[in-house]
């Protein structure tokens, strides 16, 4: 008869000690849930408290964000207006040379301003006529609506 085995089977006692590893912490989980709920607040007026608290601080926060958006846009808009301005920087002495040289070049605009023709008004030039009103000559014929044309064109083709 073969010996009795004395010992205990390791591959078994591993899996039992899993086992029960895995009930303790569901039962740990279990118990952590059934605590949550007894401490959870569930009073309406409370949560509705700290609902309109986020909602104010949210609601100050974009503001604030707004308010730092518009300034940063003014900011850039100034930046370009003042880049855009020329910058008058008056020199400390100016020569005779340069003065001059202004006077001729303002000269030239106005002849060149001369030059230029404007444009002449109604009173300016004279009268056109007008030709719808003008006189017929000898031989000519004249037809204001389609029935008069029409009879002008069997007129003219008639002789």
Known sequence: MPKKFQGENTKSAAARARK?????????KRQQELED????DEDKHV??????????EKRRLEQ????KELQRLLEEEDSKLKGKSPKQVTPGKVT????????????????????????KTHLEVPLEENLNRRVLEEGSVEARTIEDAIAVLRYVAGS
């Open 20 to 28: 029960a590893e895995a009930k303790a912490a569901a039962d740990a």
């Open 37 to 40: 709920a007894y401490w959870k």
């Open 47 to 56: 949560m509705r408290k700290e609902q309109r608290k986020e909602e104010r």
């Open 64 to 67: 604030l964000e707004r308010k």
């Open 96 to 119: 005779r040379a340069q003065i001059e040289e202004t006077i001729r070049k303002d000269q030239q605009q106005k002849e060149n301003a001369d030059t230029v023709e404007k444009e």
